[in-house]
């Protein structure tokens, strides 16, 4: 059989990802003026990678036959193919469903959680809506010897029979991503963490995560809220297979809260440690799962960055957004001890939450830039469709376009701020958090160094 995984993104001047949000992608728009812009490019330009449980089912999928990654609508093999496997997104949400109506003579397996909080936009006669973590239906599929024509074809008849094939799976037994294709048409990139690089490789250790904030998170929806974690030997081994195949020593973890399994981090660090593995790595994770213990442990593994959510200055904004964090002093003193040991810091921080006022906001990123961290993100605060978040908001959505809900834009009537407001206060955000002298010396610095150095 030939499949076509057809992967579509609207054209835009901003970083278009399906793999972040729990899978609903995200769109680093960082405003309008004329820094941000600058800012857009370059972050565009800095990081790329599809959907990681994609590249997992083309693995599955070319054991026994033939599978062809592309994001171009006029690639021939879309007319030769037999099946299309079709990412879904937020982020693409309307170019997504356009290319399907160009597409109504062909069979598609649509895949990632949008599609399934959308089901009634994705659901077509030539449709199937696979559900919630896609690889593990097809592996399933393939398992169970049902990776042929006459089944497939009859799943296109009998929908409902996709229910059979969600049963748990041990997750060392997915096979890796296929990023050895991908990498030869595509560039797996993520220059924040070093600029010799030639490529990273996005790698997943856990999935799932407990914490309360899926008020507003999509990554619960996708990977449900208990923790399952691969074995350290597989995740070893699984690094030590793309330092031989692609000569690849970095590492970007995709778990939700890397960490957030003690026992497992430590176990994986000493491994690394004592098989000399030579990896940089960077994750994202909790500030409460950070202690003087690991802090050092990671680093000597190779832990170049970490992505931590701090969201918001205010006690009443993030209690009100059932966000629970550290208190200031200790993320002041995390960060630090982060950043001394040569582990930098990206400080996540969110804008427009339902409680927020100018002068929240304002006090929010005075504190990004009080905060020891190298970078910052300031994204904004959206009610996904399907998180509890939606619910309590959806008769004050103002966005029509899908598309838009994007992270960075203001999507529903705020009781206090305007969407103007928001755009000018996310573009003051990182102006005055980046464009200052300190922190160009100190961007440049180690920029220099990691050059220098290779780190
Ligand atoms: S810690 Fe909160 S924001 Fe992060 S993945 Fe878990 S639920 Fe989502």
Request: net charge positive.
């Amino acid at each position: 059989m030939k499949f076509v995984i057809l992967d579509v993104y609207p054209d835009k001047k901003h970083r278009l990802v399906k793999d972040t949000a729990g899978g609903y992608g995200t769109g680093n728009d960082f405003g309008n003026s004329f820094f941000s812009k600058i800012l857009n490019k370059y972050v565009d330009q800095s990081i790329g990678m599809p959907a990681i449980e994609v590249m997992i089912i083309s693995s599955i999928l070319k054991k026994d036959n033939e599978v062809h990654y592309t994001r171009d609508l006029h690639d021939k093999k879309i007319l030769d193919c037999d099946y299309i496997i079709f990412p879904s997104s937020i982020i693409a949400h309307e170019t997504e469903l356009n290319t399907l109506s160009k597409f109504e003579n062909k069979k598609i397996f649509v895949t990632g959680i949008f599609a399934n909080t959308m089901k009634e936009k994705y659901l077509k006669k030539n449709t199937v809506v696979v559900k919630n973590e896609s690889d593990i239906f097809f592996y399933n599929l393939n398992k169970e010897g049902k990776l042929n024509v006459k089944f497939l074809d009859n799943l296109f008849l009998n929908k409902d029979l996709i229910d059979n094939f969600y049963s748990p799976v041990n997750l060392d037994d997915l096979p890796y991503p296929d990023w050895l294709s991908y990498s030869k048409k595509y560039r797996l990139r993520n220059d924040f963490f070093s600029l010799k690089e030639k490529v990273a490789i996005p790698i997943l250790a856990t999935r799932g995560c407990p914490y309360s904030c899926f008020f507003y998170c999509t990554y619960p929806l996708q990977q449900g809220r208990k923790v399952r974690a691969r074995s350290v030997k597989n995740i070893i081994e699984e690094i030590k297979y793309w330092k031989k195949a692609l000569g690849a020593n970095k590492f970007v973890f995709r778990d939700p809260v890397f960490s957030i399994n003690r026992k497992h981090t430590i176990e994986f660090c000493n491994e690394v440690i004592s098989q000399k593995l030579n990896i940089t790595f960077m994750v994202e994770t909790h500030l409460n799962n950070l202690d003087d213990e690991m802090i050092p442990l990671l680093k000597k593994a190779g832990l170049k960055l970490a992505y931590v959510g701090v969201e918001s200055s205010s006690h009443f904004v993030l209690k009100d957004m059932k966000r629970f964090t550290v208190e200031h002093d200790k993320q002041f003193q995390v960060i630090k001890k982060c950043e001394d040991s040569g582990i930098k810091v990206k400080t996540m921080f969110i804008i427009g939450n339902p409680e927020d006022t100018k002068d929240t906001i304002i006090a929010s990123i005075e504190y990004a830039k009080y905060l020891p961290s190298l970078y910052s993100q300031f994204s904004v605060f959206t009610p996904y469709p399907g998180t509890p978040a939606y619910n309590e908001f959806k008769d004050i959505i103002t966005e029509t376009k899908l598309e838009n809900f994007n992270q960075y834009n203001l999507t529903f009537n705020h009781k206090n701020l305007s969407k103007e407001d928001v755009s000018n206060l996310k573009s003051l955000a990182y102006y005055k958090y980046y464009f200052n002298l300190k922190k160009i010396l100190q961007i440049l610095k180690y920029s220099l160094k990691s050059k220098l150095y290779n780190i």
